[in-house]
């Protein structure tokens, strides 16, 4: 363990914004404000884009009150990018902290900042440049590995519940089919929180498919068609993720071949437009009416997109551990250590309690966790009660639901 060095502080955020990230940058500045080994705490505007830039905002300006209301707020505040650092960026990077003596760095983010900030701290060693790097744990996705979940998988996963609880109502009053798609292109952790917000066992959704294994449209209609025979209706949550047994995407499967957009990491936009919801309804509709499932399928589809993540509604437990976690961030770099991503692990179920520790940056950059399979149930259509033990104590409580007893009717 190394001794402290005297210098500034830089924060910044990447990649997608959650419900809690201002919160966790927050933690850091109130763990950071006491130090006298730190001189100033700037944030970073647009990630290291903003570094690359001297584009800073003066944290410790900030008033108690403005940075306890930003705590509260969702996306993030300090803007954002998706720029991973080639070394030219480095080489910039590290001159902007040699001029203004900026020896800590704290990043907000999921695996893709790990990454960043593992590349940046061994440019940082290359040049025998002293630099205190550190990573806090972010991601609705909940991917990253070290971490038992992540800050903003809980408010995420509180608004794809609730999301639910309200579809499932009102598929309820005319029956038929809904297909939500939700975010999770490897991992399945969100589309599986909608199955948290289930009060009685004829809840929807009666159907939960995730990225983690392989996707049949045969067996995908057989599943629909036994539902909507039994109950009359089918509510269904799906990854953007899902791929067949090749490991191709069923976007482009059910796209036969043509052309689909990709994003700026090159890979191929699989819910943004809508495109997967619609083709699976279409799917579908053909598919159990030639079947003679239904005469005539009344299907809806919609995909969740952006506003999963910054939904304002946090998860009490996601906002605290966010806070709690920055704070803990802020003290490992005043402890002496180097570098690390700071990381959740849970210490209990009954009752629920978490814990954080301090990994190796490597352990985290780059890699995917995926959902465990005692999470998934055995026929790959839903999650098993593990997961809802694992997934409820970080939603928060959830508005009680009421049903009125359609066996009272009035005789005439």
Not at 38 to 60: C, T
Not at 159 to 174: E, H, I, K
Not at 394 to 407: F, M, N, Q, R
Request: glycine letters at 10%; one cysteine or more.
């Amino acid at each position: 363990m190394a001794s402290t060095i005297k210098g500034r502080a830089v924060i910044f955020t990447q990649g997608g914004p959650t419900a809690v990230i201002n919160a966790s940058w927050v933690g850091v500045v109130q763990g950071l404000m006491l130090n006298h080994d730190i001189s100033d705490i700037w944030g970073a505007v647009n990630g290291i884009d903003g570094i690359m830039k001297e584009k800073f905002v003066d944290l410790m300006a900030q008033t108690a009150k403005t940075l306890e209301d930003i705590s509260y707020t969702p996306a993030s505040q300090l803007r954002s990018t998706r720029r991973k650092p080639t070394p030219e960026d480095n080489v910039r990077m590290l001159d902007v902290f040699l001029k203004h003596n900026i020896h800590y760095a704290f990043g907000i983010g999921g695996n893709d900042t790990s990454e960043s900030l593992d590349i940046i701290n061994d440019a940082a060693r290359d040049r025998e440049f002293e630099l205190r790097v550190f990573h806090v744990a972010k991601t609705v996705d909940n991917d990253l590995m070290e971490n038992d979940h992540t800050p903003g998988y809980g408010s995420a996963a509180r608004y794809v519940a609730n999301a639910f609880r309200g579809v499932n109502l009102d598929n309820q009053c005319f029956g038929g089919l809904y297909i939500g798609v939700c975010m999770g292109r490897h991992a399945g952790f969100l589309t599986a929180a909608s199955a948290l917000g289930r009060t009685t066992p004829d809840d929807g959704p009666h159907l939960v498919y995730l990225p983690e294994h392989p996707f049949s449209l045969d067996a995908f209609a057989r599943d629909v068609a036994a539902v909507h025979t039994r109950l009359g209706r089918c509510v269904v949550a799906v990854s953007e993720g899902i791929e067949d047994e090749n490991r191709t995407p069923i976007l482009q499967v059910l796209s036969a071949g043509g052309a689909l957009e990709k994003d700026s990491h090159g890979n191929i936009q699989l819910s943004g437009t809508g495109a997967l919801a619609d083709k699976l309804v279409d799917f579908l509709k053909q598919r159990l009416e030639k079947d003679g499932v239904v005469k005539k399928l009344r299907a809806r589809g919609d995909t969740f997109g952006y506003v999963q993540r910054s939904f304002p509604d946090q998860s009490p437990v996601d906002r605290a551990e966010a806070l709690a976690l920055g704070h803990f961030a802020a003290v490992q770099a005043q402890s002496g250590n180097i570098d690390g991503s700071c990381a959740i692990v849970r210490v209990s179920d009954n009752p629920y309690k978490a814990d954080y520790r301090l990994v190796p940056l490597k352990n985290v950059a780059g890699k995917t966790r995926r959902m465990p399979p005692e999470f998934i149930s055995p026929e790959k259509n839903d999650v098993t009660e593990a997961f809802l033990r694992y997934g409820r104590p970080l939603i928060g409580e959830l508005s009680p639901i009421g049903a009125l007893d359609l066996t009272k009717t009035i005789a005439f």
